[in-house]
């Protein structure tokens, strides 16, 4: 499972962040939007991986948004 980290920044915007891959970062004007963003990177991120024969973190489910 991927944590998706998310957090409320002082100028409004939500970050959510994939510790487990790190680089994957996005921000959205709410937190659903965030949260979204960087699932879809984090899926991106993974497939270039996988395609160039890198490793990608084990997992079970696929994602968990923490509050």
């Known amino acids: ?3 998706v ?7 409004g915007r939500w970050i959510a962040e994939v510790a487990e891959l790190p680089g994957v970062l996005a921000y959205g ?6 949260v ?7 899926l991106r991120v993974m ?7 890198e490793a990608i973190p084990e ?3 696929v994602f968990a948004a923490q509050p």
Not at 47 to 53: M, P
């Open 1 to 3: 499972m991927l944590r």
């Open 5 to 11: 980290e998310v957090e409320h920044e002082d100028d």
């Open 29 to 34: 004007q709410a937190r659903e939007e965030a």
């Open 36 to 42: 979204e963003r960087a699932k879809a990177l984090s």
């Open 47 to 53: 497939a270039d991986r996988l395609e160039h024969g």
């Open 59 to 61: 997992m079970g489910n």
